[in-house]
């Protein structure tokens, strides 16, 4: 067998030995790779392991997204800005808000709404 980095054998299986803190120990007896992602604050490095097949863990954006067409119809119907809003609500407080913005000049127009003078 030729590994690129260091192993041991250890009751028949192979451990990977950590380098350079590129591994993180898994369930107590297995190593993984480590999460690349990078922290914008302090600068320091997740400490999770990466999910397979991925350099990132989980919490960092190893899915990848929706998978099927119908996931991806979905996503692009949803159209959410931070999970709150969607396209049909922010056209329906548009709506609202210029049926009160024309009500207020129709009503300034008859002069419903006098001034208060002291």
Known sequence: MNFSHSTSLLNGFIMFLPEQENFVPVF????ALRCTAKSKRSGKRCCGFAVKGYSVCRMHGCGGG????EGVARIASANTKHGRETRAIRLTRQTIR????????VGNAIKLFEKRTK
């Not at 107590?28 to 190593?31: D, I, K, N, T």
């Not at 929706?66 to 067409?69: E, F, R, S």
């Not at 210029?98 to 000049?105: T, V």
């Open 98 to 105: 210029l049926r009160l913005e024309l009500a207020i000049l």
């Open 66 to 69: 929706p998978k099927t067409q």
């Open 28 to 31: 107590g007896h297995r190593l």
